[in-house]
């Protein structure tokens, strides 16, 4: 079912019009040239193509199923390519021949169909929530992820990460999937430090291996001099004893404070004369050169051993001042500091006592850190060398970080993910599984409908319909060609041939002869191929150049067509079910009322009546409803805009009623007092004028209220004359009544 429709640069639709509250029966009221044609032609265009071609390639209509549906259009382009250009018209197969086990076995089937579709439509729903869904869901973690980017855009606004959702997300995935680690937070934002905000020099110094070699060797010297246990001469009486005490120290100490001079003297220790030259001498041969020299030996080696630390000590001190290895060299700083105060107390330990082994504590163990430092020094030398290679590695690094940081989320998700497209595979399925059980039973009841198809009866109605009104000098007939494709033409009575004579016919007679074709295209189909497809009818002005005879048959049919099933306030389904939907477009009040009347209790709120204008040559539709839809005011709207030159049975029973309703409301009904009115028109009794005045009276004293065959009788003498003079004796009953100017302002209006 159409549902919407929009018009715009077409025609007079040079503004968009937009109507999207369409129901299953659309009436459309308006004057000749207003913009009704534009829309038939709008659904003939989509029903001749699969998309609106030209020149309504800017407008749309909304809600047409092209599989479920088809659309017929009745207009003038209709009775032209069905009567004008062909001389043959296409059999139509009529569906409503009775057999009562196929008719139930079509109604079951059908049944079938509609749970059918209505499994579709809950499968369907179901899908587009899930697939809802799965897109909030991708929108979700599209927004977790794209929040650590605006992070890191806050904190580090000199690295632009990926632009766009979509590819950053898809980056995180990328790296999720490879499982790489990922540095912490500090150190990114000391390489950011680095990298973008510092001045980059690189370091030109290092911590000198060589110095630290040549420390190594002098230790081993050192300890080698310290492992010698240093005594003096042994060749001397006191030596053993000397070396028996191990008190060489104390007695070179004490030599300190002998004369050599003196022949005896006094001992520094014990104060007593015990000292002679003999022991003084013993004293001095036990303390040789040898001795002294070991000793002054390892006083050198310690001297150079403190000169080549203090040269390592300043390469390193030249080095504190970078951040980079501040914290570890004066590390190794302190710890030298420390192992010199112990070495310089182990050497003044051995000095003091030459024959105790003594050992230095080494700096080996800070080759390790030295390693290290150097190493920092030389990738921080590197980085700067290759500035952009390092800065694309920090920026590698904050995608593994981030990717870290939204591991658990962005697996979370690809689990749902998977489960939804799953679940809409299964989905998916299962509609095609139904669509192709929708098939099978759509191709049930097209073969069952092709058991009941009869084209006579088409023919028969068409015919008969003629015969009923009065259309006797023609019939159709119906021929069988080579294929044994059935066609229709039209036969004149009394004759044989098949020769074209509707371009001979009146123009109501060709209106009503492709209107009752139309109809019964409505009813079946000529195309068995469209015979389980539902008709969208359109109907634009089909009562042009009728009387109103066929005028009111013809609103009975279409009556018929779009009548309920279920009757008077029935439900939302016609009563035949071949048709789904049906717009009516009309400028003529009088079939407008007649057509439409029959739908006001029935339909309710599933009928839409749309009154079409044109202003400056600009196309407007409103909803106006059926109850602004005036009678009184179509009626002189109707009069106003009628444009036969001839008096016709439709304008005078149209002033018949405007007369009626004026007199009523002015309290005039009384028939005495309207005929009364004769008497003062002043008018000759054998005028035209005083001949329509009466016909007005007459027919309002029978009290008719529709078109009747009465009005044959009334108005019959009438149609040859000029409409002018129904005017004027139209204008005389509102001047005699006192509605001059109520006659003025409702002409001026219409």
């Known amino acids: 079912m159409i549902t919407k429709i929009e018009l715009s640069q077409v025609a007079t639709y040079k503004n968009p019009v937009e109507i999207n509250d369409l129901k299953k029966v659309n009436f459309f009221f308006g004057n000749n040239g207003s913009g009704k044609s534009t829309i038939a032609r709008l659904f003939y265009n989509l029903s001749q193509n699969e998309v609106l071609s030209s020149p309504f390639n800017n407008s749309s209509i909304d809600g047409f199923n092209r599989i479920e549906e088809e659309i017929i259009v009745f207009d003038s382009d209709f009775v032209q390519n069905n009567f004008y250009i062909k001389t043959e018209l296409s059999g139509i197969f009529s569906l409503d021949e009775k057999n009562e086990e196929i008719d139930e076995n079509i109604k079951n089937e059908y049944l079938i169909v509609e749970n059918i579709e209505k499994s579709i439509l809950d499968k369907d729903e179901e899908k587009q929530k899930l697939n809802v869904s799965k897109k909030q869901d991708y929108e979700n973690i599209l927004n977790e992820c794209w929040t650590y980017n605006k992070q890191f855009q806050e904190n580090f606004n000199k690295i632009k990460l990926k632009g766009k959702r979509e590819s950053f997300y898809e980056k995180l995935v990328e790296i999720n999937e490879a499982e790489n680690s990922s540095k ?156 010199l105060n112990k070495n310089e107390k182990e050497i003044q330990a051995k000095i003091d006592n030459p024959n105790e082994k003594k050992k230095l504590e080494t700096i080996e163990l800070f080759k390790i850190e030295i390693e290290k430092v ?94 009923k009104n009065n259309f006797t000098g023609f019939k159709i007939e119906r021929k069988e060609s080579e294929n044994n494709i059935i066609k229709y033409y039209i036969l004149r009575e009394g004759e044989t041939s098949e020769n074209h004579i509707f371009k001979t016919l009146s123009e109501g007679e060709k209106n009503f002869i492709a209107f009752l074709y139309f109809y019964q295209m409505c009813l079946g189909t000529n195309d068995t191929q469209n015979s389980t497809k539902k008709k969208i009818i359109v109907i634009d002005d089909p009562v042009s150049s009728m009387d109103s005879q066929v005028l009111f048959f013809v609103s009975t049919l279409i009556r018929k067509l779009i009548a309920p099933r279920g009757g008077t306030g029935g439900g939302r389904i016609f009563k035949n079910e071949n048709i789904e939907q049906a717009f009516i477009l009309t400028h003529n009040s ?55 030159e001839k008096i016709t049975i439709s304008l005078l029973n149209n002033m018949r009623r405007i007369i009626e309703s004026y007199s009523n409301f002015m309290g005039y009904i009384n028939g005495s007092n309207l005929w009364s009115l004769l008497n003062n028109l002043d008018l000759d009794e054998e005028s035209i004028e005083y001949l329509v005045c009466v016909s007005f009276l007459s027919n309002i004293n029978d009290e008719s209220h529709k078109v009747s065959i009465n009005d044959e009788m009334y108005y019959n003498r009438l149609c040859d004359e000029s409409r002018q003079i129904a005017m004027t004796s139209f204008k005389l009953f509102f001047e005699k009544l006192n509605g001059s100017s109520h006659y003025e302002m409702m002409m001026e209006i219409c």
Not at 409 to 418: C, E, G, L, Y
């Open 590 to 644: 009088y079939f407008f009322k007649e057509v439409s009347f029959y739908q006001r209790l029935i339909y309710k709120d599933e009928v839409l009546f749309k009154k079409i204008s044109k202003r400056d040559n600009i196309t407007f539709i409103e909803d106006i409803g059926y109850s602004n839809i005036n009678d009184y005011g179509l009626l002189w709207r109707e009069i106003k805009t009628e444009n036969s």
């Open 374 to 467: 150097n190493e920092n020094i030389r990738i921080h030398n590197k980085e700067i060398d290759n500035i952009e290679q390092s800065q694309q590695e920090l920026t590698d690094e904050i995608w593994k970080y981030i990717s870290h940081q939204v591991n658990d989320k962005i697996n979370s998700f690809k689990i749902t993910h998977n489960n939804n497209i799953q679940k809409l595979e299964q989905l998916k399925a299962e509609i095609d599984t139904f669509k192709n059980l929708k098939i099978e039973s759509r191709d049930k009841i097209k073969e069952w409908q092709s058991q009941t198809i009869n084209t006579q009866k088409a023919v028969d109605n068409i015919n008969d319909l003629l015969l």
């Open 184 to 339: 912490n937070i500090n150190y990114i934002s000391e390489k950011y430090k680095k990298y973008y905000l510092e001045e980059l020099v690189k370091i030109e110094n290092n911590i000198s291996v060589n110095y630290f070699n040549e420390i190594l060797d002098l230790e081993k010297e050192l300890n080698n001099a310290l492992e010698e246990i240093i005594i003096g001469s042994n060749d001397v009486p006191i030596a053993s004893i000397i070396n028996e005490l191990n008190n060489s120290p104390w007695i070179q100490q004490g030599i300190n404070f002998l004369d050599k001079e003196k022949e005896i003297q006094d001992c520094p220790f014990c104060q007593k004369q015990t000292i002679d030259k003999d022991l003084l001498e013993q004293f001095e041969s036990y303390f040789d050169t040898t001795r002294e020299e070991k000793i002054k030996n390892l006083k050198d080696l310690y001297s150079g051993y403190i000169n080549k630390v203090s040269s390592f000590n300043s390469n390193l001190k030249a080095l504190t001042d970078l951040d980079l290895v501040k914290f570890d060299v004066l590390k190794i700083q302190n710890q030298l500091t420390t192992i």
